[in-house]
């Protein structure tokens, strides 16, 4: 390379060192790296959240609640929206029969940061849902889609927390057994077309699948996908692995049972050695835990239950082995025994990754109900969850490891009312189903934001219930780190660059 092309480079360079934003500081010759600034914690400037079809069933009566937590530097400016996918606000249309007529309304137009909103759809007819939140509306907004359905397979209480767009799902807990019908929901927020691989996992490994290349999801659309349809085999415990190989989707199971109503399974928290189921019921009748690890080696799991009273071994299930790339399920009964509790799972030797949920019964004979618990991640900084009733909705807070000390905050009610906080602490190894804030004058539904203030890890999920026609209707919704913040490193212009 001769000296005329070094110029060059060294100029470019130079260049561009000028006409960036910025530099981050360098520690000076002296060796002093004080000037060297850390990074800071700054609110998200947007956020787009995607809700599966609610339901095909005419009885289905579907509300949307939406909530964004007051969050300090967010501003005083922003906009946002729960839209029918399929078409825009403007009301392009993207030629799908399917595609709700036009212009489209939005479901909802999320209140100001601190108070809840709620939007009500009801029939089979309501399509999925693209969400998009900027500026003071986006750090830790919340959408909840609960659905009623009076009868039919899947009759009961269907809950699911709306999520952002992703690229990796692990579903363990699926079923394309007699009796089950199964559907995931692939939702494409953007204008371009997605691709999606469709993974099934039984108890004896992998299954084959009708589907070779992949299903694409045409762009602000949805497609419902009937696991049925993509094997022929029947799998009580089944894992789905979506592989989105174009684009990105939002992604959730819909579980119907004939006999056991049904519920919404969302994704289980990534891959991981440890992992936390939380939010059992106390008066749960049948605990599966479904399990699956990807990688090449086993996993020899320590079962545990985090009880109000601290860590409990389940009979006949103190440990779980998971074969590489088998799906394995373990029936626990009614392993609560009339105290709340969690599932802790923990590696016995060596560290292997894990994806893993429970269904939940709750009731007996005809009078059953089913919901999903899938692992999740920790609560951290903050989480929110909505549609909290005075009564008919239960908070449930595990601190797996050492003891913590948690905020819950009660917003305003979406028809009126006053925030009220409490503080609680919650011992290390137990669960504790808390009595949870409620607003001063409440007025309609409202919102509760957990914040971790000191200690170990702390893992929550919320349950509804609902008693229709004496079956015990619930769902299950846990609560992992809104996300609401992100680390922006602070930066400052160095033009001693241009002399090095």
Partial sequence: MNRTTLSLIAGASALAAVTGLAAVTAPDASGDASRTSAAVQAPVERTSLLCPAPSTSDLAETTYTSFTPVTEGAGDEGTAALTPAGADVNGADDG??????KPAEPVLKPGKPGTPVEGETTGGDTPAMIGTADGLYAPGW?????????????????????????????????????????????????DSAALVDIELYGEEGELQSTVADGITVPPRSTEPVLLS???????????????????????????????????????????????????????????????????????DLNVRLAAPSGAITPAGHETLRVKSGMTTSADLGDVTRGEPGSLVLTPTDRSVPVVAAARVVRGKGDSRETAFIPATRAV????????????????????????????VTASAGTGGGEPVTKTYTVEGGTTQDVEAPVPSGLEGTYALTVETVSGGPVHAARTLTATRDGVPAFTVQTLPDDRGMVAVPEAEQDLSVLQR
């Fill in 229 to 299: 349809t993509l094997t022929d085999a029947e799998e009580t415990g089944l894992t789905v692995h979506l592989n989105v190989r174009g684009g990105r989707i939002g992604a959730a199971v819909e579980a119907l049972d004939d006999e056991l109503g049904g519920d919404w399974l969302s994704a289980s928290a990534d891959p991981a050695a440890n992992l936390v189921i939380p939010g059992i019921p106390k008066d749960a009748t049948e605990v599966t835990l479904v399990a699956f690890t990807p990688g090449d080696a086993d996993a």
């Fill in 380 to 407: 951290g900084a903050r989480s929110t969850s909505v549609a909290h009733t005075e009564k008919g909705a239960t908070l449930s807070l595990t601190a797996p490891d050492g003891t913590a000390k948690v905020r």
């Fill in 96 to 101: 799908k029969k399917a595609t709700p007529a």
């Fill in 142 to 190: 919340t959408v909840q889609q609960t659905t009623e359905v009076a009868a039919g397979a899947g009759r009961g209480l269907l809950g699911v927390n709306c999520t952002p767009a992703d690229t990796d799902f692990w579903f363990p807990g699926a079923s394309t057994a007699e009796g089950r019908t199964d559907y995931v929901h692939l939702t494409n927020p953007d």
